[in-house]
């Protein structure tokens, strides 16, 4: 089955330190991944996808089809980056795209001063 | 454009009452989504829809749950009779699907199911 998994709930890091947020997928095919924030109380909002190879406020995440990772990178993390993240991915139904997601489980980050 | 709009923000309950929630989603967009977040079970689809056709509903979680699409631009999410264990935020999402999909989410609705 089509599945994305984060395997963290919950990440702490000190301002300045690297941070990684894991996703790991299990898909057939070549993937089209998104990476999620819901900053506290606010809608959640595209950070990035893997297909424009951006950076947004300093992240990053690249595609590793041979460990089937979509990490969330930044090198130095700042307080405002505290919120949760989710990974994921497009789902057709019966062969037809909809524009339907399946979220991972969702990682809360913390960023203590 | 104000982006989708979800009502009330904020609803507080008591059991076996009738709860509606209403999305307006984005002009053009085609595609509507619900979910509903909690702690316990992350992000979950409940049901999505496709010019206001319903495609899948199979994340609503029992008959007590049901979801409208009467034109595009409007959708209501309804659960009669409310219980205690319904208490979560309900999302509404919506898109036009394109090759490079994105949800725009709605601020979400916190439901309190006393």
């Known amino acids: 089955a089509q599945r994305v998994t984060q395997p963290e709930k919950l990440l702490s890091v000190f301002k300045g330190a690297p941070v990684e947020l894991k996703c790991n997928y299990s898909?057939?095919?070549?993937?089209?991944l998104f990476w999620y924030v819901q900053y506290s109380r606010q809608r959640l909002q595209l950070l990035l996808r893997?297909?424009s190879r951006e950076s947004i406020k300093g992240f990053t995440a690249d595609l590793n089809k041979g460990e089937t990772s979509f990490h969330l990178k930044k090198p130095f993390a700042q307080e405002e980056d505290s919120a949760m993240y989710y990974c994921?991915?497009?789902?057709?139904?019966?062969?037809?795209?909809?524009?339907?997601?399946?979220f991972g489980q969702g990682t809360i980050l913390t960023v203590h001063p | 454009d104000a982006g989708v709009i979800q009502s009330p923000r904020h609803e507080v309950t008591e059991m076996g009452q009738e709860v509606t929630l209403r999305c307006k989603p984005i002009?053009?967009?085609?595609?509507l989504f619900w979910y509903r977040q909690t702690m316990m079970r992350g992000l979950e689809l409940l049901i999505y829809?496709?010019?206001?056709?319903?495609?899948?509903d199979s994340g609503m979680p029992e008959d007590r749950f049901s979801a409208k699409m009467p034109n595009a631009s409007f959708s209501t999410l309804k659960i009669q009779p409310s219980e205690p264990r319904d208490s979560a935020v309900y999302f509404c999402?919506?898109?036009?699907?394109?090759?490079?999909?994105?949800?725009?989410f709605g601020p979400g609705t916190r439901l309190t199911v006393l």
């Open positions: 999402a919506s898109l036009r699907t394109t090759r490079f999909n994105e949800q725009f």
């Open positions: 002009s053009g967009h085609n595609s």
């Open positions: 898909y057939s095919g070549s993937p089209e």
């Open positions: 994921a991915f497009p789902t057709n139904a019966g062969g037809t795209s909809y524009g339907k997601l399946t």
């Open positions: 829809f496709n010019n206001n056709v319903p495609i899948d």
């Open positions: 893997h297909i």
